[in-house]
DNA sequence: ACGCATTACTTGACACGACAACCAATGCCT
DNA sequence: AGGCATTGGTTGTCGTGTCAAGTAATGCGT
């Protein structure tokens, strides 16, 4: 027999559909508004521009962005073609690709950063109180425990313990 | 000056955006396989299989989906090629168009309903406490607030207060 | 009652992501 | 050392979403 989601559960879920339907969007639009890129090309710029010697491995970057390999191939390909990212085949493994940052790739992630962080501010951060953000970190951690639970997709972060 | 997004703040977002890139390929994924339709279509008959006569206007369905309309006349065009849904034109007021779950529709509603469910409990419902629900309720809440203040994208639910 | 703005939607062109097939380098096993 | 599975990544095709433009009915102002 099937559990019904009861008023609280109904409550919680239909919310999070809405966001997860809306959010993106917003996030989206101001980005590409105001810095000509997705949401995701500017993670994967940012995830870039804080690596060591502003370079990491399509895997790697694969993980930090929750992304797979065959998205992350496509954008960082468009990218390169607009000279913000330059790919090079790994010394050490030459199946490895590794993407590095440009000179151009940089000024954009400077450019961009303020905006988006604005952006965030505005639509997330700022509408949560501290206490909130706390929660919040905790129902996603609790989330992603089920939908990721090696974090192969989402080593972005270390969760807690 | 731009202020950036301290630890409390910089947990909370990044474990958001992680969330917002893997649910919904998992729910996809799981409605796909089963039943052959995607996240957004299952909305959108779900939507329908709730209203009155099994009718709504093309309108309210987009506020009920948190969805575009072209993206809705495009998805309600498939489905109508699928016949899990009829139009025809509002008596009313005729720029208007109603779309009404066929009993195809209806069928495929109650045999996708019950997997849709448990992937929800699984990946989200289940994962959190009782009190972590209220948490998210609020939260989502307030992120709405801010990303469709007037909430014209999510009619689908009575905001708090 | 005529015209213009608005509402409600549809359509077409383009961009992007997913999936599957593919290729190349590596490493292991014997 | 030869063979085979695995890893790492790219490519092509297809489905789907977005945006901009277009159409048609309505309603309001004068």
């Given amino acids: 027999m099937t559990r019904w989601l009861d008023d609280r559960e109904m409550a919680a879920w239909v ?31 940012a995830m870039l521009s804080e690596a060591p010697d502003r370079t ?16 992350l191939s496509h954008v960082v390909k468009r990218l390169e073609d607009r000279g913000l990212v330059e790919r090079f085949p790994c ?16 000024a954009l992630v400077q450019q961009a950063a303020p905006g988006h962080l604005e952006a965030v501010r505005g639509s997330v951060i700022d509408a949560l109180t501290p206490e909130q953000q706390e929660q919040l970190r905790g ?9 990721d639970p090696d974090g192969h997709m989402s080593a972005n972060y270390a969760r807690e313990s």
Same sequence: chains 1, 2.
């Fill in 15 to 45: 919310r999070l559909a809405a966001v997860m339907e809306l959010l993106p969007g917003v996030l989206d639009q101001q980005l590409r508004r105001d810095s000509d890129v997705t949401h995701f090309e500017y993670w994967v710029l």
């Fill in 56 to 71: 990491l491995r399509m895997t790697a970057l694969a993980a930090r962005t929750s992304g797979t390999l065959p998205r």
């Fill in 91 to 106: 010394p050490q493994d030459r199946r490895a690709t590794n993407a590095r940052l440009t000179d151009a790739g940089w």
């Fill in 139 to 147: 129902i996603a951690d609790a989330i992603l425990e089920r939908v």
